[in-house]
């Protein structure tokens, strides 16, 4: 029976060799397979000293596996967890492992993918655009925050699969706070992007009636009713568009210049 030789620095080497490799190793047949048994690697080399033992955790690391990268560390801090369990007591069969791995991919990879890609990026990319409107760049910097916070909250998570094993992690996905967790972090998400927007976004329509030296502007009146409707419409006929252009970010772009200098040449807006 072998005892536990896995220390943090051996959870923080997985989490670093899993974020260095997540993106790079992807293949049709495998995905992520090749990264995550590169990640596990030196958990398992402690693990198993016996090299016929060591070869079979290998194997069993390198089946079809893919995840989103950020959240995906929760899964590799799993099973190391889940390892360690094995190689200390030997009751735990390697298909488990296996399962475990296979039956959580698909719910990370959802949670990573509407947490970090549909929140946090949105989010961290929006504010260094805005402070960039004046040529300035504290927006460049800005952006260097989105690998600060990922990795931040990866390793936090990484560890936690760790510290939490097997059972904890179900019992989290199933508690149903993990879905509040990304309702609430989408709605965040909008808010600001739709605040930023109805800041940075200007369309003006040209024209204007009345007698008497007293004129009114349609834009006023548009503003009276609902302010900011046409910064509002132009951000959601972007988003309409964008989605049925198959998101060809050029083809949006080009777009939006072809049509404000059409409008623009008539005198509408």
């Not at 990640?39 to 033992?53: G, Q, S, T």
């Not at 070869?55 to 801090?77: D, K, P």
């Not at 004046?134 to 952006?143: D, E, P, Y």
């Not at 094993?165 to 706070?177: D, P, Q």
Request: a neutral charge.
């Amino acid at each position: 029976m072998n005892e536990s030789k896995i220390t943090i620095r051996d959870i923080f080497k997985t989490f670093i060799r899993w974020q260095m490799a997540c993106e790079m190793s992807n293949s049709y047949e495998r995905m992520q397979a090749i990264a995550f048994c590169f990640a596990m690697a030196p958990v398992l080399k402690k693990l198993y000293p016996e090299k016929e033992a060591f070869s079979e955790a290998l194997q069993r690391h390198l089946q079809f596996f893919n995840t989103e990268g950020m959240c995906g560390g929760v899964i590799v801090g799993l099973a190391a967890a889940m390892e360690e369990e094995k190689a200390a007591t030997g009751e735990l069969p390697g298909e488990a492992i296996v399962t475990i791995k296979t039956a959580l991919m698909g719910p990370i990879a959802g949670i990573g993918d509407s947490f970090t890609w549909g929140t946090v990026a949105p989010i961290i990319v929006t504010f260094a655009l805005t402070a960039s409107t004046n040529g300035a760049l504290t927006g460049w910097f800005l952006l260097l925050l989105f690998p600060i916070v990922s990795m931040a909250y990866s390793w936090y998570l990484t560890y936690m699969g760790y510290k939490l094993g097997r059972t904890a992690v179900i019992k989290m996905l199933e508690s149903g706070w993990v879905n509040r967790i990304i309702s609430g972090a989408s709605m965040v998400g909008l808010f600001m992007i739709g605040a930023l927007a109805a800041s940075n976004v200007t369309l003006t329509l040209a024209g204007s009636f009345g007698s008497y030296g007293e004129s009114v502007t349609f834009q006023s009146i548009l503003d009276s009713i609902v302010p900011g409707l046409l910064p509002l419409c132009v951000v959601l006929g972007v988003y309409f568009y964008f989605k049925k252009s198959g998101q060809k970010f050029g083809r949006v772009i080009l777009t939006i210049i072809v049509v404000s200098l059409i409008l623009s040449f008539f005198g509408i807006v």
